[in-house]
């Protein structure tokens, strides 16, 4: 096999429930409180999964983390039974479903030693983010372990935050060709913090022994962070020569359009107008938070959750851009709406890797047939709902312990992540 680019999507755990912890993320604030449908978001995602192989791509998973998190509690000086509310709620997060936020990715064909470099994030900016990363390094650890083609690192220290690949893009004109790497970073958001910090992507790069020569550091607006754009990758996104962008996702748009230009002569800037779509109606929308793909005919299609579908402006807009001479000609909505109302869409949903498959642990990479079986896991084991009271429920704690055990068993990874 060859390189190619591998979407690695993070299954929605057992314990997702809607605590309102993440600052400047309007959805996950707007539904804090209300009741989540554990069983469906993880089938949702799974729906997403198979339609990406149904479109000819690879398709590879991240387990969800064990919850609640009694290491954490424990250096906090507490368990489960006896932490405060929303130390409680921050220990039993589901947010490493959001795949996106796992890690930064530089492939072999940008690096100084030929492989593979995929550095943790260690999302120190939100406490019930910050405790995830040493179970996502396990996980890569063993997908990844072929140290002849990928070199895993550890997480930035702290205080410099990371946030992984949600504020990194990369653009090349094929996937196994050298590209140029973007590292999006924010210096202020209003009453929102900025949660990418520019020591932090400065480290990455130069921990994936990148050449400077093609590598940017890109500050993102204000007014993006302030409308609750808390991640690049919701505002803009990036496939090959392709970038597609809203009008105020940057604050120097001139500057960054002319640099990368510059490095990549052959890039194609698809920039929304503010005029077509007001940065609120894009965030609200998560049309920016897509995925961006290749099919195997070379055309692009454009992965994006149904609420951009629901909204007549926006899918018209779409629609024409799909009809015109542009690069993007296919639009496909998936139903993500159980992750979408935390702040997730199809993009946050996903980690891109391009690397030849026949390298990494086949137990993390799924066809139909392994999406049947966990889909039946899922279907017996997940709670159907979770309502904000039941997180100091024990039934809960010992029902959703047991999904995760039984799905990992079931991925035959029990015997190498230990909860």
């Known amino acids: 096999m060859t390189a190619r680019e591998i979407n690695f999507d993070g299954l929605v755990g057992p314990s997702h429930n809607y605590a309102g ?25 799974i729906e997403k999964m198979r339609s990406n192989l149904r479109l000819g791509l690879t398709q590879g998973l991240f387990l969800p983390q064990w919850r609640p998190d009694g290491a954490w509690l424990a250096a906090l000086g507490t368990d489960v039974g006896n932490a405060e509310a929303h130390i409680r709620a921050a220990a039993m997060s589901a947010s490493s479903m959001w795949a996106a936020n796992a890690a930064t990715v530089s492939p072999a064909a940008d690096t100084a030693d030929g492989r593979t470099h995929l550095t943790v994030a260690n999302l120190v900016t939100m406490p019930h983010r910050s405790h995830e990363w040493p179970q996502t390094l396990a ?3 063993i997908a990844f372990s072929d140290q002849s083609a990928f070199a895993v690192h550890g997480p930035i220290p702290a205080p410099f935050g990371d946030e992984g690949a949600a504020n990194h893009m990369r653009l090349c004109n094929s996937h196994g060709e050298a590209g140029v790497e973007i590292f999006v970073y924010g210096q202020s958001g209003g009453p929102f913090p900025a949660r990418q910090h520019v020591e932090a992507s ?11 020569e093609r590598t940017l550091f890109v500050m993102q607006s204000e007014e993006a962070i302030a409308a609750g754009a808390f991640h690049n990758d919701v505002v803009a996104v990036a496939n090959e020569r392709v970038l ?16 990368l230009r510059a490095k ?19 965030i609200r929308s998560y049309i920016f938070n897509a995925q961006l793909v290749t099919l195997p005919d070379g055309t692009m299609a454009l992965i994006l959750p149904t609420e951009a579908r ?37 993009a946050c949903l996903r980690l891109r890797v391009v690397a030849d498959p026949a390298n990494i642990d086949p137990r993390f990479l799924v066809d139909e047939a ?19 009271d039941d997180l100091a429920d024990t039934r809960l704690i010992a029902r959703i312990e047991q999904s995760w055990l039984t799905l990992v068993d079931h991925l035959q990874l029990s015997g190498d992540l230990i909860p």
Do not use: C
Not at 202 to 212: I, S, Y
Not at 312 to 334: D, E, F, H, T, Y
Not at 373 to 384: H, L, M, T
């Open 139 to 141: 996980q890569l650890r």
């Open 370 to 388: 392994t999406l049947d079986g966990i889909a039946d896991i899922v279907r017996d084991y997940w709670p159907e709902t979770i309502a904000p």
């Open 310 to 346: 629901d909204m007549p402006a926006i899918w018209s807009w779409l629609k024409q851009m799909v009809a015109g001479n542009g690069p993007i000609r296919k639009l496909v909505p998936v139903d993500v709406r159980q992750s979408m109302a935390n702040g997730g869409g199809p």
């Open 264 to 282: 990549l002569p052959s890039v194609e800037i698809v920039e929304v107008p503010a005029s077509a779509i007001s940065l609120s109606d894009a």
């Open 244 to 259: 597609f962008t809203h009008e105020q996702a940057f604050a120097d748009k001139g500057r960054f359009y002319a640099d």
């Open 202 to 212: 400065k480290a990455v790069a130069r921990l994936h022994q990148l050449d400077p």
């Open 21 to 45: 912890l993440s600052l400047g993320n309007l959805a996950s604030s707007r539904n804090a409180g209300a009741v989540s449908y554990p069983r469906a978001a993880a089938l949702q995602g």
